[in-house]
């Protein structure tokens, strides 16, 4: 069986603190205007009962089964790794931005500091150690974290849909 890595979040247990943005822009050095993650407020108000429910989503690259990003790329600056990550080459960016314009959720995103596109590589090389990605380690509730979802009921999981683009063509790898 092979791994095919994905991001999930339990929305129960994300307080929105944002350990996980500033552990990756930490580790990751980047400039204050590039955050490879972000986090959503969503708000559902339920009008018959009076309540607003809040709850808080993390959000990174989807490493999709079928990225926007690699397909429109002219000089062939990402590549999909056997296990689903999709890893950006920054030797072979061009910084042409069609990467930056077609991603649905807004993954790809241009560095000022490398002249370049960037974005969230699941910290490959920590899990090629057996490690955890920097933004899953950071999160204090364990609401935040990697899983192999060819080992992972799909049954428990929701597909990323809540309030972001459609997901018919990208199929990303994120569930909640």
Same mark, same amino acid.
């Given at each position: 069986m092979t791994n095919h890595y994905g991001f999930y979040l339990d929305v129960n247990n994300c307080l929105?603190?944002? *350990?996980?943005?500033? *552990? #990756?822009?930490?580790?990751?050095?980047?400039?204050f205007s590039v955050k490879y993650r972000r986090i959503r407020q969503i708000e559902?108000?339920?009008h018959d009962q009076g309540q607003i429910s809040r709850f808080f989503l993390s959000t990174a690259c989807n490493h999709c089964t079928n990225p926007e990003c690699m397909g429109v790329c002219p000089s062939g600056?990402?590549?999909? /790794? +056997?296990d689903g990550i999709v890893i950006h080459l920054p030797d072979k960016c061009t910084a042409c931005k069609s990467c930056v314009a077609s991603c649905p959720f807004g993954a790809p995103q241009f560095n000022p500091l490398t002249g370049k596109a960037a974005k969230c590589q699941m910290c490959y090389e920590r899990l090629d +150690?057996?490690? +955890?990605?920097? #933004?899953?380690? *950071?999160?204090?509730?364990?609401?935040l974290q990697l899983r192999n979802l060819e080992e992972?009921?799909?049954k428990k999981l929701?597909?990323?849909?809540?309030?972001l683009p459609t997901? /018919?063509?990208? +199929?990303?790898?994120t569930y909640y």
């Open positions: 929105g603190c944002g *350990a996980c943005i500033k *552990a #990756c822009s930490n580790k990751n050095n980047l400039p559902k108000s339920d600056a990402y590549a999909k /790794r +056997r +150690r057996g490690e +955890r990605p920097h #933004c899953v380690e *950071a999160c204090i509730t364990g609401a992972f009921p799909m929701v597909p990323l849909t809540v309030s997901i /018919r063509l990208t +199929r990303p790898s």
